[in-house]
DNA sequence: GCAGTGATCATA
DNA sequence: ATGATCACTGCC
């Protein structure tokens, strides 16, 4: 990885274009930046984030292949994924690893936000931001936190992908416990 | 514990 | 055109 940009500016394209496990690790602490229509911005540190690791991960949308829905997660890193989940929940993901390769990472919980649905709920997140650019500093972006201490990450299976097999038993969700909400984290 | 909610996708 | 599914949430 390169070196940490200074943490005023968006986490570059090159932070993005690795594995999504190591990414969602090293967003937590990180800052989700949000500007508003008054062009006021506001910033929440991300907590808890989830790993999807491309065709082969059975949980991963993009392990059935492109479709309308999931395109944005073939293409470069960098990008939001925000898509419907029960009719009513947008889901934040940014886009990792290499063009071609789908996979992202979805981000559970910011700020005062827990869930991922909350978070797209609190910061007026939805399909608008679907395929636009998350190293620019636009409407949605991501900056560098304070680092982090190894020992406050704790990690789990992800949430509510038991379909997938052997997949849905991978410890793919990372949680930052600031201090004492317990050894998994759990919401 | 489970109903709500509606876009998306496979099937036809 | 139709039916199943769903990376969730809130209230019972």
């Known amino acids: 990885m390169p070196d940490m940009p200074r943490s005023s500016q968006p986490l570059p394209r090159a932070f993005f274009a690795r594995p999504a496990d190591r990414i969602a ?34 949980a ?47 981000i559970r919980g910011a700020g005062a936000f827990v869930g991922p649905g909350r978070v797209t709920r609190g910061l007026g997140i939805d399909k608008a931001f679907d395929g636009q650019s998350a190293v620019r500093r ?26 997938a097999g052997e997949w849905a038993a991978k410890p793919l969700r990372f949680v930052f416990d600031p201090e004492s909400l317990g050894p998994l984290g759990q919401r």
Request: glycine residues 14%; positive net charge; charged residues 20%.
């Open 60 to 106: 991963c949308h993009g392990s059935k292949g492109m479709t309308k829905r999931n395109a944005v997660m073939f293409g470069p890193a960098g990008r939001w994924y925000v898509y419907l989940c029960y009719g009513m929940h947008w889901m934040l993901n940014v886009v990792t690893g290499a063009e071609g390769v789908p996979a992202a990472v979805l």
């Open 138 to 163: 636009a409407g949605l972006w991501l900056e560098a936190g304070e680092p982090i201490s190894p020992r406050s990450i704790s990690r789990t299976p992800r949430i509510g992908v038991g379909y």
């Open 25 to 58: 690790r090293d967003l937590l602490g990180a800052r989700l930046v949000v500007r508003d229509a008054a062009g006021g911005v506001t910033r929440h540190a991300i907590f808890e984030t989830e790993a999807y690791l491309g065709a082969h991960d059975l």
